[in-house]
Each structure stands twice: as structure tokens, then as C-alpha cells.
């Protein structure tokens, strides 16, 4: 009620102020009625010494007729007053029942939209938090499901992974596999390389020694012998100490071409003169001649100065 009077109160304002014109002006008009003096009724005058007395009662009669019809038109005035102050007030009390019911039609109103609003607002908040509610439900479904893809995603790079390990540990054990038979096959093949080889170096040695063995037993070594000897006495110094009779054992080294890389005296019935010019003499006949046959060509060998033969 006070909000709306806050809310109309130029309008309660106006309707007192009307109202109360209206009743001022009813009760004032009433007033003026009550107060009016009847009009007086004056003797007509009568040209006449003598009155009879019909006529006397006559002229009473209608002065009474007269102030009866006043006293009537000023009842009749005076109801009319009063009804006009009852209508004025029942209209005044209709206008206040009315602006009551206008003002309670009003708070009522009110009292609706703000039940209005505080439902709309609760509907709203209840929405908000189902909206919420629903939001943090989809939320979390996406959370799982992001879950569920990263543990799909992290099963399928596990798998990945285990795959190409696997496949790597394959490619690794056939290459291992690989290597190992092309090791053992090189291995057999260098076995039966280092075989063959063998063989040939026996079959070629038996062959050699079955050859220096021909030569050795034939006239070629005697003759490549006597050749190294003779290269040798021609080219020894006999030193003044050499006593006739002069017999050593000299030990060569030489290499391929005849060239002599060691000579040492291993026995002799000389002085250290006589072994050293053997030596040196060794040395100055080198290069040494080659053999006719190669199979007659050793490395070291001994043979005996003897230069009184």
C-alpha cells in the first residue's frame, strides 16, 4: 500500500482534493437552502372598505396553501440536498472503495510480478544451475572421453611401438641371422679356400721337395755349389797370417737376386785374420750367382772354404 502510494500519490492528491470540493459544495448549497427565507406573501391591496368574510377565509386560505408550498418546495429542496450530499458521498465512497480496489487490484499486482520475479528468478537460478550442472556433466563426458581417447591413443603408440620393436627385433635377428650364415658361409669358404690351399701348398711343396729333391741328388747342386764356392775364393784376400791348409765352415744368409745379407764363420782351423777376410770376401762376391734351377735357391745355407782344393 505504501508503494503505491509512493508510487500515485499525485493522483490520491487530486481525488481528495476533488472530493472534497464536491461535498464543500454540496454542504455550502445546503446551508443556503436552510437559510433562504420563504417569500413573503404581500396583501394585495383592496380597494374596498369591506371584506366579507368568505373572502377573508378565502385569502387565509390560500396564504396557508402558500406557505404550505413553500415549506414543501424547501423540503423538497432540502431532500434534494441531502440526496445530492448522499449521492456525493456515495460517490466519494464508491471513488475510495474504488481507488481501495484499484490500489489492492495494484498491490496485488505487484505482489504477483514480484512472485512472478522471484519464481522467474528462482526458475532462472534453477535453470542456471541445471545449465551448470548439465555444462559440468559435459564437461566431465569430455574429460573422460579425451581420457579415453589419449589412453586409446597412448595403447595404440604402445602397440605402435611394440610392433616396430618387434619388427626391428626381427630385422635385427634376420640380419643377425644373416650376418651369422654369411660368416659361417665365409668362414666355410675361407676353410675351404685355406683347404684347397693347404692342399695346393702340400701338393706344391711335395712337388717342390720331390723336385729339390731330384735336383739335389742330381748334378745341378754340385754344380751351383762349386759356383758360390768359386765366386767366393776369387774374391778372398788372403791375409799374411793364412797357413796353407786352411779349411772353414761359413754360414750365408741372402735374399732373392743373390745379395748377401749375413756371412759369419762357424769353423775354421785359421786365425781371426783368416775368419774375417773369409767374411769379407763373402760380402765382396755378393751379388752371389743364381741357381740354373730355382728349386736349387736357399736362403741359408753352408758350405766349406777350402782355397787349397
Not at 641371422?177 to 684347397?196: L, N, Y
Request: with cysteine.
Amino acid at each position: 500500500m505504501r508503494d503505491f502510494l509512493r508510487e500515485h500519490w499525485w493522483a490520491v492528491v487530486l481525488s481528495v482534493l476533488f472530493h472534497g470540493l464536491l461535498v464543500g459544495s454540496l454542504v455550502i448549497a445546503a446551508l443556503m437552502s436552510a437559510r433562504r427565507t420563504p417569500p413573503s406573501v404581500q396583501p394585495l391591496p383592496i380597494d374596498a372598505v369591506v371584506v366579507s368574510s368568505q373572502v377573508l377565509h378565502a385569502s387565509r386560505a390560500a396564504q396557508e396553501r402558500a406557505e404550505q408550498e413553500a415549506a414543501a418546495a424547501k423540503a423538497a429542496q432540502e431532500a434534494k440536498a441531502a440526496q445530492q450530499a448522499k449521492a456525493a458521498e456515495d460517490a466519494k465512497a464508491a471513488e475510495d472503495a474504488k481507488a481501495a480496489e484499484e490500489a489492492k487490484a495494484v498491490q496485488d499486482a505487484k505482489a504477483t510480478a514480484q512472485a512472478k520475479a522471484a519464481a522467474d528468478t528462482k526458475a532462472e537460478a534453477a535453470a542456471a544451475d541445471a545449465a551448470k550442472a548439465a555444462a559440468a556433466e559435459q564437461q566431465k563426458a569430455q574429460q573422460a572421453r579425451r581420457a579415453a581417447e589419449a589412453d586409446l591413443a597412448e595403447q595404440a603408440k604402445r602397440e605402435a611401438d611394440a610392433k616396430k620393436a618387434a619388427e626391428a627385433k626381427q630385422a635385427a635377428e634376420a640380419k643377425q641371422a644373416a650376418e651369422v650364415k654369411r660368416i659361417a658361409d665365409a668362414k666355410h669358404a675361407a676353410d675351404d679356400r685355406a683347404r684347397a690351399d693347404r692342399e695346393a701348398e702340400l701338393r706344391r711343396q711335395l712337388a717342390d721337395e720331390e723336385h729339390r729333391s731330384a735336383v739335389e741328388s742330381g748334378p745341378l747342386r754340385d754344380s751351383y755349389i762349386a759356383q758360390l764356392r768359386n765366386r767366393i775364393q776369387n774374391a778372398w784376400i788372403k791375409p799374411p797370417s793364412a797357413s796353407v791348409g786352411l779349411d772353414c765352415l761359413v754360414a750365408v744368409t741372402q735374399i732373392p737376386g743373390g745379395e748377401v745379407t749375413s756371412a759369419r764363420v762357424t769353423q775354421c782351423n785359421g786365425d781371426a785374420a783368416a775368419r774375417q777376410s773369409i767374411e769379407n770376401a763373402v760380402y765382396r762376391a755378393s751379388p752371389l750367382p743364381e741357381p740354373k734351377d730355382p728349386a736349387l735357391f736357399e736362403r741359408n745355407f753352408v758350405f766349406r772354404f777350402h782355397p787349397d782344393e
